[in-house]
């Protein structure tokens, strides 16, 4: 039975009626103690929910709806490596990468433990060498520069971390990651790097995105046409992360510069696999590691906390509460910290990729909403360019402010700037400016009443706008792992509630495949007539031009 046929459903329904115009700024008022009811402290993490529309009865409801939809059961059997992919008929397995326990973890009656020690230790080996200098360039010179040649899952998250993660690098080698097969995107990387200081990281879960491939090609005819002689002159210059050797070693890669992942590993769920290698060569294998670690106890604490306390469920149950009872299509990320800058650009992916589904998975037609629209940047840059519609918009749009303590340049003010806009927006988003405090003020500024009066509704601020709250003591690569792997398990939650798979991604198929019947089209030298006039208009009226222009 679908979810939204179910009795935890319609209470909740039922709750949505009768409690959807609680103002929260009355229930703070009302509960001295509200804040303290509704956060939990994690180690390093605060995870304030107080500024929600809810009541502990609604959390209530919503824990029942997970309970419903068989939660429990469901993380238990991703972590016990069961084939919960079901449209590709394999296990979900990342939470293995960064299992520091000794217990095995089976799929397939194989316990992937060993495997995944073993590539660990390569990396190990691999960036120690890289970065002592003992890893050296075919004309003997010392590597300077990578580049994380990949896409999607091979790009976002090990570009994200490595930008969090910059004050860790030791300024020992310069990191460059290329995705887009828009050749500006490689042309622009290499113009600045010598060939005999440069490793390439080709990062490709299947070695078969034209994306990934075409750039590999440039970059191997790029580095090919201006040092080496023969295809060996390579060797210590391009890497690969892959689960398909084959590929890799039609494309020049010997299997020893192979670093192994599985198909266990989902695209956005693999930069805790060999695809994070680019992000351990920056900051050094130990907090590559630490990273892993963070996302580690994050993994035991979904594991094992009670729903009611559980951080990624309780955001995923919040999200749930808006998405799908107040209609709320988008959800707005903001992080106030300049080395999150990534942060929401990666979530997109990990959210709508594994979210962006409408049948359940037995393959029925879902009637609720999925997957919502995730967005946002950081802070306080934010505040001046979307932040209007946050406060006087007619949409609802929920929001996860996320923001790290410690300050890093205790000297300046900048830190202390940055947190008071942190903390007033998430006050002045749930308190909201009533018709009289605004008048209050406007007479306090203004003499003409027709004036004031003209003003006044431009000037109110309806507030009750919900908002989560997200403060880590520090950034540090182990909270940056825990981060994610919170809203890894986010994702997880909705997607078990819903009924959908949140590990598959066939929706970006159709697309791949047209693009492949255009590009012949394109070479050809005739007209289209083979698609809708539209496409067929715009596919000739750029072939008259291409070469005019
Ligand atoms: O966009 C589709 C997708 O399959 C993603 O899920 C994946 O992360 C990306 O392409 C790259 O895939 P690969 O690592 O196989 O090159």
Redesign the pocket.
């Known amino acids: 039975m679908e979810i939204s046929k179910s009795k935890e459903w319609h209470d909740l329904q039922l709750h949505y009626e009768n409690t959807h115009n609680v103002k929260m700024r009355d229930m703070f008022d009302a509960d001295m103690y509200r804040f303290e009811e509704f956060s939990i402290v994690h180690d390093d993490f605060l995870f304030d929910f107080s500024k929600n529309r809810l009541t502990s009865e609604t959390i209530g409801l919503l824990v029942k709806l997970a309970e419903k939809a068989g939660l429990q059961a469901k993380i238990d059997k991703m972590f016990a490596g069961k084939k919960i992919n079901t449209t590709e008929q394999r296990a979900v397995l990342h939470t293995a990468l960064r299992n520091f326990s000794d217990e095995p973890v089976k799929t397939d009656g194989v316990n992937v433990m060993p495997g995944i020690r073993a590539v660990r230790e390569h990396i190990k080996n691999f960036v120690d060498a890289v970065r002592s200098g003992a890893w050296l360039g075919v004309t003997g010179k010392r590597i300077t520069d990578v580049v994380n040649i ?5 790009d976002l998250g090990p570009a994200m971390a490595s930008t969090a993660l910059k004050h860790f690098s030791g300024n020992l080698l310069n990191v460059h990651y290329v995705s887009n097969v828009d050749s500006t995107d490689i042309l622009d990387t290499l113009e600045n790097l010598n060939p005999e200081t440069t490793l390439f990281v080709i ?7 034209q994306e ?1 491939l075409t750039n590999a090609k440039t970059a191997k005819k790029w580095f090919m046409s201006r040092i080496a002689h023969i295809e060996k002159d390579m060797t210590n210059h391009f890497v690969a992360l892959s689960t398909n050797e084959k590929a890799c070693v039609e494309f020049g890669i010997s299997p020893n510069n192979m670093f192994h992942f599985w198909d266990w590993v ?3 769920y ?1 930069m805790w696999s060999a695809i994070g290698l680019s992000v351990a060569l920056y900051v050094g294998y130990e907090n590559f590691e630490e990273m892993l670690k963070g996302a580690f106890e994050a993994d035991e604490h979904f594991r094992s906390a009670h729903f009611r306390e559980n951080i990624p469920v309780l955001m995923a149950l919040i999200s749930v509460w808006y998405n799908n009872f107040f209609g709320a299509a988008s959800q707005a990320v903001i992080a106030y910290d300049q080395n999150l800058l990534k942060f929401t650009e990666y979530l997109q ?1 990990l959210d709508m ?1 594994s979210l962006g589904k409408s049948v359940t998975l037995s393959g029925e037609k879902l009637a609720i909403n999925s997957g919502q629209i995730i967005w946002g940047t950081i802070g306080t840059n934010a505040q001046h360019s979307f932040f209007q519609l946050l406060h006087q918009g007619t949409r609802l749009v929920p929001a996860d402010f996320i923001a790290t303590i410690k300050n890093n340049d205790p000297e300046s003010d900048h830190k202390a700037i940055l947190l008071s806009n942190f903390f007033a927006q998430t006050e002045a988003l749930m308190r909201g400016k009533t018709e009289e405090e605004a008048l209050h003020e406007l007479r306090s500024e203004m003499k003409e009443e027709a004036e004031i009066l003209k003003l006044l509704p431009h000037k109110v601020f309806e507030g009750n706008k919900p908002t989560n709250t997200i403060l880590i003591n520090e950034l540090t690569p182990k909270s940056l792992g825990k981060l994610i792997a919170f809203y890894e398990h986010k994702v997880f939650t909705e997607g078990a509630i819903w009924d959908i798979n949140p590990f598959d ?1 066939w929706g ?1 198929e159709l697309g791949k495949q047209l693009a492949k019947r255009i590009l012949p089209e394109l070479a050809a030298d005739c007209r289209v007539h083979s698609h809708d006039s539209s496409t067929n208009g715009l596919i000739n009226y750029s072939k008259t031009k291409r070469y005019s222009i």
């Open positions: 990949g896409i999607g899952g091979s990062a490709s879960k299947t070695f078969t995105t990934t989902g695209g956005r693999s992916q990729e991604q970006v």
